[in-house]
C-alpha cells in the first residue's frame, strides 16, 4: 500500500510542477514549424496544460515576424483551391462568382491588416 501513495504523490509533482518561459516559448516555436496556426497553437497548448496567460505573453508576440494572422492564412487557402477546382470546372458559376468574392475578401483584408 504505501507504494501507491508514493506514486500518487510523484504523479501529483509532475502535473503541478510549472514550465519555465523558455520552455513555453520553446513549445510555441516547435508548434508553429510544424504548421500550426496560432489559433491551432494556443488549443494545442490548453490540452498539454500550458495556457499563454499563466505566461503573461502572447503566442502572436512570442512568433514575432513569423505571425501570420490565421484569417488571412485560412482566406489564401480557400481561393487557392477554388482556383485549382475552377481549373478543371470551367463552366462551374458558382465557383467563379466564390473565387470572385473570396478574392475581394482576401483584397480587403490585407487593406486592413496593412493599416
Same mark, same amino acid.
Given at each position: 500500500m504505501?507504494?501507491?501513495?508514493?506514486?500518487k504523490v510523484e504523479e501529483t509533482e509532475k502535473k503541478t510542477k510549472k514550465k519555465t518561459i523558455e520552455e513555453f516559448e520553446k513549445r510555441v516555436l516547435e508548434l508553429h514549424e510544424a504548421g500550426l496556426?496560432?489559433?491551432k497553437?494556443?488549443?494545442?497548448?490548453? =490540452?498539454e496544460e500550458m495556457h499563454p496567460k499563466e505566461f503573461g505573453k502572447k503566442i502572436s508576440k512570442i512568433l514575432g515576424n513569423k505571425y501570420t494572422n490565421p484569417d488571412l492564412k485560412n482566406l489564401q487557402e480557400k481561393l487557392t483551391k477554388l482556383e485549382k477546382h475552377?481549373?478543371?470546372n470551367k463552366k462551374d458559376r458558382r465557383a467563379m462568382r466564390d473565387k470572385? =468574392?473570396?478574392a475581394a475578401r482576401l483584397r480587403r483584408l490585407k487593406n486592413y491588416l496593412a493599416e
Open positions: 504505501p507504494k501507491k501513495a508514493e506514486e496556426t496560432s489559433e497553437i494556443g488549443e494545442a497548448l490548453r =490540452k475552377f481549373e478543371k470572385v =468574392k473570396i
